[in-house]
C-alpha cells in the first residue's frame, strides 16, 4: 500500500457573498476531487490544539502526527533543519520576514503592508539579508538567508521568553501597537529599526520600485525557538516518508523526523509554483523509487488568503486539483498499485481576515478500489462538517490514515 498526503495549506475558508455565500473550495472547479469523493471518508479534524499558535508549523506537525502539545519547539528551528544551519543546545532561533513598511519618518509609526514584500524573489532577498548580516550580525546574532521572504535568525543564548507577533497577523496595522515584550525586547526592535535604514534605499529596493514592486525595507523578527527533537517518522509509522514542499518550515519537519525532503527547481511556495514538478517527484519517489509515503504540500491557497487575492486562491485550488491530484492518481492506476490518499488543509486561511485560525478543516481519504460509499459525498467544508465524522485530536488523523486507529467518531 502507497500513501500520499496533498496538504492544501490555508484552503480551508468562509463562505463568500461574492460567490454566493459558498467558499472558494466549494466554487473551484475541481473535477478530480469530485470523482473522488463518493468513494471517500470525508470529515473534520482539529489541527490545533487549544491554546496553540495558529500557525503552519503547529498544524503540519498535527498532521503529520506529532501532538504540538508535546513536539512544539518552534517554527524557526524547524526552518534551520532545513536550511542546513547546525544549531547547538544553546541556540534560539527566530523566523525573520523581510516585508515592506510605510514611510513615515518614526519607525514605530509605520504600518506594515506586506509580510512578503510582493513575494520577493530568493535572489534579492539573498542580497538584502546579507546586508543585514554585515552590518548588525556578530559573534552573538547571525542572520541566514532563506527562501523568498523567509529567513533566519540564530542567537546565541538567546531567550525564547519573549513576545512577538506574526508579520502576516497584523497587516495594515500600525507596528508601534506589536513592539516586542519580554527578554531581549529592546534589542530585538532595535535590530529591526536599524534594518530598516540598512534595506530602505538598498539598490535591490531601490530597482524594484523602478518595476512598481513593494520594497522590501525592514525585517520582522518572529517565530521564536529551539533545537528541535522529534521521533523519527518511519520508526513511528513503519513507512519510507518523504516530504515535497517548497517552504523551509514543511522541510525542516521532515528532515526531524527523518524523512527525506524533495527538492523540486521552480517550486516557490505560491499559486504559480512548479506543480508538475512535484507531481512527478512524488510519482518517482512512490513508484521508480518503490517508497511507501508521500507529503506534497502546497502553499498557494495560504499565501493568497493572507494577501486577499480571491481569484488566485480558487485558480491554486483548481491547480492543486489538476496538477498534483490527477496526475498522481492516474500514474498509481496505470501500475495498478493500491494506494490511499488524504486531502486535506492544516488550517483556514479565511481570505476576509486574512491570518489563520484554528478552526477544524476538511479532510478526505480515498482508497484505491473502495465501492461506492455515498454518491452524494462532497469535498467541502459544509459537507464535511455535516457527516459527523470528526477528529478531535489532529495528531491521531495519520494513525487513523495509516489505519492504526479506529474510525473517526459519528
Keep these: 500500500m502507497k500513501y500520499v498526503v496533498v496538504l492544501m495549506d490555508g484552503m480551508a475558508d468562509e463562505p463568500i457573498s461574492s460567490l454566493g455565500n459558498i467558499t472558494p473550495l466549494e466554487y473551484a472547479d475541481t473535477e478530480m476531487i469530485d470523482k473522488l469523493a463518493p468513494y471517500s471518508t470525508i470529515g473534520l479534524v482539529k489541527t490545533i490544539p487549544e491554546g496553540c499558535a495558529k500557525g503552519s508549523d503547529t498544524a503540519n506537525l498535527s498532521v503529520l502526527g ?11 528551528p524547524l526552518e534551520a533543519l532545513s536550511m542546513g ?6 541556540d534560539v532561533t527566530f523566523r525573520t520576514n523581510v516585508v515592506t513598511l510605510s514611510e513615515e519618518e518614526d519607525y514605530e509609526n509605520k504600518v506594515i503592508l506586506d509580510h512578503s514584500a510582493d513575494e520577493i524573489t530568493t535572489e534579492e532577498a539573498h542580497e ?3 546586508a543585514v548580516e554585515e552590518v548588525l550580525g556578530d559573534d552573538i546574532r547571525k542572520f541566514y538567508p532563506g527562501v523568498s521572504y523567509r ?8 531567550s525564547t521568553d519573549v513576545k512577538l507577533t506574526p508579520p502576516h ?5 500600525c507596528i508601534k501597537e506589536y513592539k516586542p515584550a519580554g527578554i531581549n525586547s529592546e534589542v530585538i526592535w532595535d535590530l529591526m529599526k536599524k534594518s530598516y535604514e540598512i534595506l530602505n534605499h538598498h539598490p535591490i529596493n531601490e530597482a524594484r520600485r523602478k518595476k512598481g514592486l513593494k520594497p522590501a525595507n525592514s525585517i520582522w523578527i518572529w517565530g521564536e525557538g529551539t533545537k528541535p527533537q522529534l521521533p523519527l517518522f518511519k520508526e513511528k509509522y513503519h513507512v519510507d516518508g518523504a516530504v515535497i514542499s517548497a517552504v523551509d518550515l514543511i522541510k525542516g519537519i521532515g528532515i526531524g523526523a527523518g ?7 521552480g517550486a516557490t511556495g505560491n499559486v504559480h509554483t512548479n506543480y508538475q514538478g512535484k507531481a512527478d517527484a512524488a510519482i518517482k519517489w512512490l513508484i521508480e523509487e518503490d517508497k511507501d509515503f508521500v507529503y506534497v504540500h502546497l502553499e498557494g491557497p495560504d499565501e493568497c488568503g493572507h494577501r486577499n ?23 498509481l492506476d ?16 479565511p481570505l476576509r481576515l486574512r491570518t489563520h485560525t484554528g478552526d477544524p478543516v476538511p479532510f478526505m481519504i480515498y482508497q484505491s478500489g473502495n465501492e461506492l460509499i455515498n454518491k452524494d459525498n462532497l469535498y467541502t467544508e459544509q459537507f464535511a462538517n455535516s457527516t459527523g465524522h470528526y477528529i478531535a485530536e489532529g495528531h491521531t488523523l495519520m494513525d487513523y490514515f495509516l489505519k492504526r486507529s479506529h474510525s473517526p467518531k459519528k
Design 85 to 90: 544551519v547546525s544549531l547547538k543546545d544553546s
Design 334 to 349: 496505470s501500475k495498478s498499485i493500491e494506494y490511499k490518499m488524504l486531502v486535506v488543509p492544516d488550517h483556514p486561511t
Design 151 to 158: 529567513h533566519l535568525l540564530v542567537w546565541d543564548k538567546g
Design 309 to 331: 487575492e480571491l481569484d488566485n486562491k480558487i485558480k491554486a485550488i483548481e491547480y492543486i486539483d489538476k496538477k498534483i491530484i490527477k496526475p498522481i492518481k492516474e500514474a
Design 169 to 173: 497577523d497584523i497587516l495594515d496595522q
Design 128 to 130: 538584502l539579508i546579507l
Design 259 to 265: 524523512m527525506a525532503s524533495i527538492d523540486v527547481e
Design 66 to 76: 506529532y501532538d504540538p502539545l508535546q513536539y512544539y519547539f518552534g517554527r524557526s
